[in-house]
């Protein structure tokens, strides 16, 4: 009965590489939810995706970021030539088929820190 | 695009008190959510308000949905330790799935 399942829960990356965050949603759910906090300020939508399918990618930065769901395996968010302003903590949610994004389940978030 | 001025910031309150804080939008929202975030973790949801004028309890929180749509209050009473968090409201606004984040309130529970 694993909740939503993210990893890694801290990454720390140079300026200029890459950063991958993984998402496993609950058992059942086929939605998935990204979203971004920075310091001292509340989430921020990013994209929302269904296996194999972007639904909604209008909170994602136009370059550099992108996001997948493949038809198995856990979501990926990927950032490219990761800057300083890209740290901060990234929340995966996910929810099931059907329901709107009020019965939202947060996972712990990925924690990335650029150097 | 959307925002959600979430008040007060931060507030220091004595085990035992009741706290207040609220949301307020210049847009309308159909659905409103009240979450807590512990250091380290996801957000957690509380109380979820689907009508306008909604008043839902969970426990010691209540929660209320403004009837013009553009606001929403929490109320936790009879504060205790581990009341102490972050404290966020949420809004759905129409069909969008996504949710719109206020900037959180920080409570702190002091012994």
Same mark, same amino acid.
């Given at each position: 009965n694993a909740g939503v399942m993210q990893n890694p829960r801290h990454l720390v990356r140079r300026r200029?590489?890459?950063? #991958?965050? #993984?998402?496993?949603?609950?058992?059942?759910?086929?939605?998935?939810y990204w979203y971004r906090q920075l310091p001292e300020e509340g989430l921020k939508f990013m994209v929302y995706l269904q296996k194999e399918n972007i639904i909604d990618e209008s909170g994602m930065p136009k370059e550099r970021f992108s996001a997948e769901f493949p038809k198995e395996g856990p979501s990926i968010l990927r950032i490219q030539q990761v800057v300083r302003g890209d740290s901060a903590a990234y929340f995966c949610a996910s929810s099931p088929l059907g329901t709107g994004a009020n019965v939202l389940t947060f996972g712990a978030g990925s924690r990335l820190t650029v150097l | 695009g959307q925002q959600l001025n979430q008040s007060p910031q931060s507030m220091f309150i004595q085990e035992g008190e009741d706290v207040s804080m609220n949301c307020t939008s210049s847009s309308i929202f159909n659905t409103w959510l009240w979450y807590k975030q512990d250091p380290g973790e996801g957000p957690v949801l509380l109380i979820a308000l689907y009508k306008a004028g909604e008043l839902t309890s969970n426990g010691r929180l209540t929660a209320q949905f403004g009837i013009t749509r553009k606001d929403s209050f929490l109320n936790i009473s009879a504060s205790i330790p581990s009341d102490v968090g972050i404290y966020f409201c949420a809004g759905q606004p129409g069909s969008a799935r996504q949710l719109t984040f206020g900037s959180g309130t920080q409570l702190t529970v002091l012994p």
């Open positions: 200029g590489q890459e950063a #991958r965050l #993984r998402c496993s949603p609950m058992k059942g759910h086929s939605h998935v | -």
